[in-house]
């Protein structure tokens, strides 16, 4: 079955970085668009950036030139470098993708920017 496992979450310092991880199994990678979305505590869930299988990328205008996504076809593997964080970044981030017409997400990985 279709997977996704991210990882790399944490506690960091405004201004600090961190760089999410997401494997996926189960499907084809390097045939699907991917995406990182993101959900704080009381609000709803947020686009942050996708990138497609010919690896163009998109970015929600509150992370641009701040985040970065990529991915690694050889290690289905997509990945979010997140740098100079705010503590409006702080939420549960999910990796996800449509497959099939059904949209998939992982277990997600909580990011907190706090001093």
């Known amino acids: 079955q279709v997977q996704l496992v991210e990882s790399g979450g944490g506690l960091v310092q405004p201004g600090g970085s961190l760089r999410l991880s997401c494997v996926v199994s189960?499907?084809?990678?390097?045939?699907?668009?991917m995406a990182w979305v993101r959900q704080a505590p009381g609000k709803a869930r947020q686009w942050v950036a996708t990138?497609?299988?010919?690896?163009?990328?998109l970015y929600s205008n509150s992370v641009k030139g701040r985040f970065t996504i990529s991915r690694d076809n050889a290690r289905d593997t997509v990945y979010l470098q997140m740098n100079s964080l705010e503590p409006e970044d702080t939420a549960v981030y999910y990796c996800?993708?449509?497959?099939?017409?059904?949209?998939?997400r992982g277990q997600g990985t909580q990011v907190t920017v706090s001093s």
């Open positions: 990138i497609n299988k010919e690896e163009s990328t």
């Open positions: 189960g499907i084809n990678f390097s045939s699907q668009n």
């Open positions: 996800q993708t449509t497959y099939q017409y059904t949209n998939y």
